[in-house]
């Protein structure tokens, strides 16, 4: 089983700066399998991102993701007070479906 | 609108059963890969369990020979039967649309299971 670990566990930004998460692999990862989420409170994840860099429909263009093997990234280019919230990598590989524990992007 | 609504949850005994339902609309449940994923509280979601197009089935190890995964088609529905319930199966569960790259595009709202005596 692929083990995918994000960092960092908690990150505290304002409005208007850039966020920049990772998700590490414990093995190399396809760049087609590899999608990013994001969490409200009370509510279910919403696909972002998926095949490393493609943005699902409806997400808006500051949302940003790349990276290959073992190593990937999600960017939020400028925050907006509804981008806060905890963002979860996850991967598919032999058969399973994986994600990391998340990130928390809190306002500072 | 397509959506999904989970259904079934709520506190049961350890070594209990439940079964969760997830009522699809706007599209055709057997028509694409469907599946259950949970989520402890404060942890990241966890895959539990898939069926296909051709009702092939795959299980997470943790819920293997307890859980099982079907759809009926008349209702457009997807069910989890939860057999031997265990403290550690407390979580939200979901059921989700699993995309052709591999990621899950949608969600229902989920239904919460308490395992607690």
């Known amino acids: 089983e692929i083990v995918l670990t994000q960092s960092p566990g908690t990150l505290a930004l304002s409005p208007g700066e850039r966020a920049t998460l990772s998700c590490r692999a414990s093995?190399?990862?396809?760049?087609?399998?590899l999608a990013w989420y994001q969490q409200k409170p009370g509510q279910a994840p919403r696909l972002l991102i998926y095949?490393?860099?493609s943005r699902a429909t409806g997400i808006p263009d500051r949302f940003s993701g790349g990276g290959s093997g073992t190593d990937f990234s999600l960017t939020i280019s400028r925050l907006e007070p509804e981008d806060f919230a905890v963002y979860y990598c996850q991967q598919y590989g032999s058969s399973l479906w994986t994600f990391g524990q998340g990130t928390k992007v809190e306002i500072k | 609108e397509v959506l999904l609504v989970e259904s079934g949850g709520g506190l049961i005994q350890p070594g209990g059963s439940l079964r969760l339902s997830c009522a699809a609309s706007?599209?055709?449940?057997?028509?694409?890969?469907m599946t259950w994923v949970r989520q402890a509280p404060g942890k990241g979601p966890e895959w539990v369990s898939i069926i296909y197009t051709g009702g092939t089935t795959s299980y997470a190890d943790s819920v293997k020979g307890r859980f099982t995964i079907s759809r009926d088609n008349s209702k457009n529905t997807l069910y989890l039967q939860m057999n031997s319930l265990r403290a550690e199966d407390t979580a939200v569960y979901y059921c989700?649309?699993?995309?052709?790259?591999?990621?899950?595009?949608?969600w229902g709202r989920g239904t919460m299971v308490t395992v607690s005596s």
């Open positions: 095949g490393t860099s």
């Open positions: 989700a649309r699993l995309g052709p790259t591999n990621a899950f595009d949608m």
């Open positions: 093995q190399s990862v396809s760049r087609s399998y």
């Open positions: 706007g599209f055709t449940v057997s028509s694409n890969y």
